[in-house]
């Protein structure tokens, strides 16, 4: 019988980093202080919370471990809940809170930035789960993160590629685990010791749309979109009756904030998010698949020993 298990993952981003215009410089948490809400309205299901932690907090806030250390009675609850933490850096370089922050592409910089940076969070966080901000790797980051001893990856966005300049390019990936090849990232190789868990993409038309784009798959858009993109995928998946498939959705906590405003793709309500999270699960129900909702940390183990039994 073919299973499924479900991730829910957070991006702990500040207010307004992505959207429409990344808006780098920005460093307020109001939509994570709202989203402490979601613990009594999403009980059963345990979640991924990939923390910010990295060198724009350390130089702007005084901390790497900014986000870890103001809310640790909040990550104690969380932990105690059943969820999970993982590791979400920004490679940012900013100086002063003026200066306008810059992606570290550098190959040797950027090895060097996620070194310095996990000797001083390694304390707070386990190294199970990374995923790296604004969703894009080299070759030098990868096998850094893995060289650090992190068991999975969830940076991939399958199908999707950076705009001019932008290091992002996952046009070819796979839209499941994989374990990616030592030359190029968007193709299966042999098997490492850091799986890929991309954050799985499907078909999402948002208003300013001509037309239906892919994006990760994410539960804060408005029901209505959320339902059409659901639809759509409803019509053209095709489940193996033998194999484990993962599905990791991903949102950010300002879109689900009223306090954000209006907007025309995401909903900024948590009762919209759980409203579109059971329409997921219903949809499977509906075509008798097995499913399970579990961290993304357990996903990896659970895919690793499907691959043993079938080998």
Not at 8 to 36: A, M, Y
Not at 210 to 218: E, S
Request: one cysteine or more.
């Amino acid at each position: 019988m073919t299973k499924h298990l479900l991730c829910l993952t957070i991006d702990t981003d500040p207010d307004g980093l992505s959207g429409k215009v990344t808006n780098r410089q920005t460093l307020r948490w109001d939509g994570l202080e709202h989203l402490q809400n979601l613990l009594e309205i999403l009980k059963n299901i345990p979640i991924t919370w990939f923390i910010r932690a990295d060198g724009q907090l350390e130089s702007i806030l005084g901390s790497a471990a900014y986000l870890l250390e103001k809310y640790e009675n909040f990550w104690t609850t969380v932990r105690r809940a059943g969820h999970e933490l993982g590791w979400h850096p920004h490679l940012y370089r900013q100086s002063k809170p003026e200066d306008e922050a810059t992606i570290i592409t550098d190959p040797n910089e950027a090895r060097e930035e996620l070194e310095h940076l996990w000797t001083t969070i390694r304390p707070a966080l386990p190294a199970t789960s990374f995923r790296h901000g604004e969703g894009w790797h080299s070759q030098e980051t990868y096998a850094t993160v893995e060289r650090l001893g992190f068991r999975l990856d969830s940076t991939a966005i399958p199908g999707r590629k950076g705009g001019a300049g932008h290091p992002m390019n996952w046009e070819n990936a796979p839209n499941h685990p994989y374990f990616p090849s030592a030359t190029d990232l968007c193709k299966a190789g042999r098997e490492r010791s850091l799986l890929e868990l991309p954050m799985n993409t499907w078909m999402v038309q948002a208003p300013h749309d001509t037309a239906p784009r892919r994006r990760y798959i994410n539960p804060a858009v408005h029901s209505k979109i959320f339902a059409n993109a659901l639809r759509n995928w409803e019509n053209t998946r095709n489940f193996s009756p033998t194999t484990l498939h993962n599905w990791v959705m991903i949102f950010h906590p300002d879109e689900v904030s009223p306090a954000q405003g209006e907007d025309g793709l995401y909903s900024r309500s948590l009762s919209e998010l759980s409203a579109n999270v059971a329409c997921f699960q219903e949809s499977l129900q509906r075509s008798g698949q097995d499913f399970e909702w579990v961290t993304i940390a357990q996903a990896a183990d659970r895919w690793r020993q499907h691959q043993e039994q079938i080998r």
